[in-house]
């Protein structure tokens, strides 16, 4: 069993930064993927970034790329999603999520989810 909790979200003017970390514990999260997810409102929900714990390799959407830095704290057993030049569209509850062989792009094949963070981002 993993276990994963987010922090990090809140309110921010357009064009404004924010770090989101993912906490994780339980089973040794040196073998998974890591995956950051957002859900708008009556929206579903979509991938937004991804890392490979074991080789630091990450995997962008196309509306974040250049925008948005996914990165892994191994001490802290920590996944982070900085987020820059946020825009309006950006807003979301964000959630954590994690798999050893998911498909990033497909939300149903990550097993385990946190409880997510709302990113709220004025214009």
């Known amino acids: 069993q993993v276990q994963l909790v987010e922090s990090g979200g809140g309110l921010v003017q357009a064009g404004g930064s924010l770090r989101l970390s993912c906490a994780v514990s339980?089973?040794?999260?040196?073998?998974?993927?890591m995956g950051w997810f957002r859900q708008p409102p009556g929206s579903e929900r979509e991938f937004v970034a991804g890392?490979?714990?074991?080789?630091?390799?990450?995997h962008y959407s196309d509306s974040v790329k250049g925008r948005f830095t996914i990165s892994r704290d191994n001490a802290k057993a920590t996944v982070h999603l900085s987020m820059n030049s946020l825009k309006p569209e950006d807003t979301a509850a964000y959630y954590c999520?994690?798999?050893?062989?998911?498909?990033?792009?497909?939300?149903?094949?990550?097993?385990?989810w946190g409880q997510g963070t709302q990113v709220t981002v004025s214009s």
């Open positions: 999520a994690a798999d050893r062989s998911p498909v990033f792009s497909s939300p149903g094949t990550f097993r385990y």
């Open positions: 339980g089973r040794t999260f040196s073998n998974y993927v």
């Open positions: 890392i490979v714990w074991s080789d630091g390799s990450t």
